[in-house]
């Protein structure tokens, strides 16, 4: 049997010399380590399951609350469009550049650490501006900063996982990292349904997450950068925003991917508690619990397939095709949720998409990380310009939403979002250099 070792040349592009028939990651760059330390593979998915849970509280169920409370059903829906997608682009912005500045932090406490504890403090009070807001502009503006905050925090703590895990491990550490998602989904749906107030549905889970970040950071040994960076141009601080796809196709292909696959998937996730409302004739009385039990066994299907999918593929030392796989699965719940005629059908929708939600997200962390270049210089900058694929779609589906609901209603929507997912997973096959 033939072996293809992969290394990288001095540009950062993957070089290959073929040896046998299996391809194997090369030796970890100097410095990475052989063992990931215990503690961070406790610390780590709970630092990262607060976090979201802090931020996804607002965006699953406080932000649609909040508009109803200060809107008309008639302006609702364009209200909820504008501040979500607005908040969309900061976060798109806000990832890529504090983790930008991650990389080049010289603070003696580590490089990833006053970004988190930082982040979390900022977010928190953003939290409670936001359950204070009583118009429009106050919500969207609540919003941003929580966006901005939470997403400095998230930026260094991804950028972690290459500073902390050996490469053998990606694989079962991202599948921890993944779920983390829908269990954050979960607690702030949980916490959604046991208060009236969109206050309360905003600042308890936002202030268990800031202290589940917080308490994180103090536990684990982070990197200290020893020398200092020059200064940022401005043509530098405009590349904290995308990588050359010719100088690392692997990565660019890899972004499309993600891209493209999360704009299908949150064509359904954003305009859920409407699709109850106005498609199903849902009482707005019964849509919190409604939206807690979706959110429930998604989560549910998401855990079960993220450890199993990361384990696997470290297994196997396969990625595209999970990703390939994972994706169409999820795309899949999306159109059992668009042809759904009971919520009952949803429930069954929400499972599927989550089963293949929690496999591609383990998987699509573990590629990534396979195909960062070995300097490690900027891990964090490349992992919030991968973010923008996650939160692009955020921005650009409430654009395109308002029309094709306009014209087809909420299962035009879904369809059209998992054939564009579908669309997404096929381009993995582009990626080189790993299975």
């Not at 684990?220 to 990588?243: N, W």
């Amino acid at each position: 049997m033939a072996v293809k070792t992969i290394t990288e040349d001095s540009a950062g592009q993957p070089a290959r010399r073929t040896l046998s028939s299996t391809t194997v990651l090369s030796a970890p760059a100097p410095g990475a380590p052989t063992r990931t330390p215990r503690a961070y593979v406790i610390g780590m998915p709970i630092a990262s399951a607060g976090l979201w849970m802090a931020v996804l509280a607002p965006a699953l169920v406080v932000l649609a609350i909040k508009v109803s409370e200060i809107t008309t059903p008639e302006t609702r829906a364009g209200a909820l469009s504008l501040v979500a997608g607005v908040g969309a682009l900061i976060a798109l912005l806000a990832n890529p550049f504090f983790g930008r500045l991650s990389d080049r932090t010289t603070s003696r406490f580590g490089m990833r650490k006053p970004w988190i504890i930082g982040g979390s403090i900022v977010g928190m009070g953003s939290l409670i501006l936001l359950g204070s807001a009583t118009d429009v502009a106050g919500v969207l503006v609540a919003w941003i900063l929580v966006q901005l905050s939470f997403n400095a925090a998230l930026a260094a703590l991804v950028a972690t996982l290459p500073d902390q895990t050996a490469p053998a491990e990606r694989g079962r550490l991202s599948g921890l990292i993944g779920m983390t998602l829908p269990v954050g989904l979960v607690a702030a749906a949980y916490f959604a349904q046991l208060f009236d107030s969109a206050f309360q549905m905003a600042v308890v889970p936002g202030a268990v997450g800031t202290a589940l970040a917080i308490g994180f950071a103090f536990t684990f040994k982070d990197r200290v950068l020893t020398e200092k960076p020059a200064p940022l141009s401005l043509r530098e601080i405009a590349g904290s925003f995308y990588f050359n796809p010719r100088t690392y196709p692997g990565l660019g292909w890899a972004w499309f991917t993600k891209f493209l696959v999360y704009m299908g998937y949150c064509a359904g996730l954003l305009y859920l508690p409407y699709f109850f409302i106005d498609h199903l004739n849902v009482p707005e009385a019964d849509v919190t619990g409604l939206v807690f039990q979706a959110t429930l066994v998604s989560a549910a299907g998401t855990v079960l397939s993220s450890l199993a999918g990361g384990w696997i593929s470290d297994r196997i030392g396969k990625r595209k095709g999970m990703v390939i796989a994972s994706a169409i699965i999820m795309m899949a719940g999306l159109i059992v949720i668009a042809t759904s005629t009971t919520t009952d059908q949803v429930l069954v929708g929400q499972a599927i998409a989550g089963l293949g939600l929690g496999c591609f997200g383990a998987v699509d962390v573990a590629l990534i990380a396979d195909l960062l270049p070995a300097s490690q210089s900027e891990n964090a900058k490349t992992f919030g310009v991968f973010n923008i694929a996650q939160a692009l779609p955020q921005s650009l589906v409430p654009a395109i939403a308002f029309p094709v609901i306009t014209l087809g209603g909420y299962p035009a929507l879904f369809i059209g979002g998992a054939v564009v997912g579908i669309i997404g997973a096929v381009l993995v096959t582009r990626i080189k250099g790993v299975k």
